[in-house]
C-alpha cells in the first residue's frame, strides 16, 4: 500500500485538513467587520449599537430661524410638525386613532381605520431615537397651501429593541388664509 498515488492524495488530505483548521481557527479570532445595507446607508453592526443610546431628537438642525420672503415661518412650522409626527405615532402605537380624527384628512383617516383595524399585532410602543424634518416644498393651488416635509431618523420597536432607519414624506394642506395644517398623505420611502 506505500503506492505514491496514495502518499500523495494523504498528503494533499493533510495538508488539506491543517489549512481549513487554520482558516477556522483565525475566524474565531477575528472580530466581524460591520455589514454595510448599501440600500439604506446604514452601518448595521451601528444599528445595534444606537438602540441601546438614550433617545435624540435633533431639535436644532432644521429650526434654525428662517422666516420667508412670504412671512413663513419655518422654523415654527417644522417644529409644530416634528411634535405632531411625534404625538400621532404615540397615539397610533396606543391604537388610538383620536388625535388622527380632526388633524386628518377624511379619506387618509378612513385608510388609518382600515390599517388599524388589520393590525396583527395589538399595538406596541415604538421609541424614536432620532429624528430630522425637512421642508421639502410649499407652495399655493387651489385655493390653499399644500407642504411637504420628509422625517428622517432611526426608530426602536419595542418588541425587539433593534433600532431601524424610517423615513416618510408627510402631505399637509390648510386654506390659503392660514388655519391649521391637516395631514393629507404618508409617503414611505424605502
Known amino acids: ?3 505514491p498515488i496514495f502518499l500523495y492524495a494523504a498528503a494533499v488530505a493533510a495538508f488539506a485538513g491543517v489549512a481549513l483548521w487554520l482558516l477556522l481557527w483565525r475566524a474565531r479570532r477575528t472580530p466581524p467587520t460591520p455589514q454595510r445595507d448599501w440600500g439604506s446607508g446604514y452601518d448595521l453592526t451601528q444599528l445595534g449599537q444606537e438602540s441601546y443610546q438614550p433617545a435624540q431628537r435633533f431639535e436644532g438642525l432644521a429650526t434654525a430661524s428662517r422666516t420667508r420672503a412670504d412671512g413663513f415661518d419655518e ?6 410638525v416634528r ?3 411625534l404625538d400621532l405615532r404615540q397615539a397610533w402605537d396606543a391604537g388610538d386613532l383620536g388625535p388622527f380624527r380632526d388633524s386628518t384628512a377624511p379619506g387618509l383617516y378612513a385608510s388609518l381605520q382600515v390599517a388599524l383595524a388589520a393590525r396583527a399585532h395589538g399595538g406596541g410602543r415604538t ?13 399655493a393651488l387651489d385655493g390653499e397651501q399644500r407642504a411637504s416635509v ?3 431618523g432611526l426608530v426602536r420597536d419595542g418588541r425587539w429593541g433593534g433600532a431601524q432607519p424610517v423615513r416618510e414624506v ?4 390648510r386654506p ?3 388655519g391649521d ?3 393629507a398623505g404618508i409617503e414611505t420611502l424605502g
Open 1 to 3: 500500500m506505500n503506492h
Open 75 to 80: 422654523a415654527a412650522f417644522l417644529t409644530q
Open 83 to 85: 411634535q405632531r409626527y
Open 127 to 139: 421609541e424614536i431615537v432620532t429624528l430630522q424634518a425637512l421642508l421639502l416644498e410649499l407652495r
Open 150 to 152: 420628509e422625517f428622517a
Open 170 to 173: 408627510w402631505q399637509l394642506t
Open 176 to 178: 390659503a388664509g392660514g
Open 181 to 183: 395644517w391637516v395631514l
